[in-house]
């Protein structure tokens, strides 16, 4: 069974760094491609940044040049570099990762930026 675990959240100061790690279990990580969303409280759900399998990144406009996605196939897993965080970044992130029939979440982490 294809499973999804994120870790890496946690409280830092405004301007500091953060980086997310998204493993999925299985032989077939290579074929997902992969996202990480944000959901502040009394907020949607909104996409922050994705890979595809063959490593294409897209970012939403309130975090390009300060995140990076990434993946390596080596080890199943996704990483989301967060760079010069701001108090607006706070929020729980989850991990998606679809391919064929598989649409998985992950449990979330939460960030926390603290002005």
């Known amino acids: 069974q294809v499973q999804l675990v994120e870790s890496g959240g946690g409280l830092v100061q405004a301007g500091g760094s953060l980086r997310l790690s998204c493993v999925v279990s299985?032989?077939?990580?290579?074929?997902?491609?992969v996202g990480w969303y944000r959901q502040a409280p009394g907020k949607q759900r909104d996409v922050v940044a994705t890979?595809?399998?063959?490593?294409?990144?897209d970012y939403s406009d309130s975090v390009k040049g300060r995140f990076t996605i990434s993946r390596d196939n080596t080890k199943n897993t996704v990483y989301l570099q967060m760079n010069s965080l701001r108090p607006e970044d706070t929020a729980v992130y989850y991990c998606?990762?679809?391919?064929?029939?598989?649409?998985?979440w992950g449990q979330g982490t939460q960030v926390t930026v603290s002005s």
């Open positions: 998606n990762a679809r391919w064929m029939r598989y649409d998985l």
């Open positions: 299985g032989s077939t990580f290579s074929r997902f491609a």
């Open positions: 890979i595809s399998s063959g490593g294409l990144t």
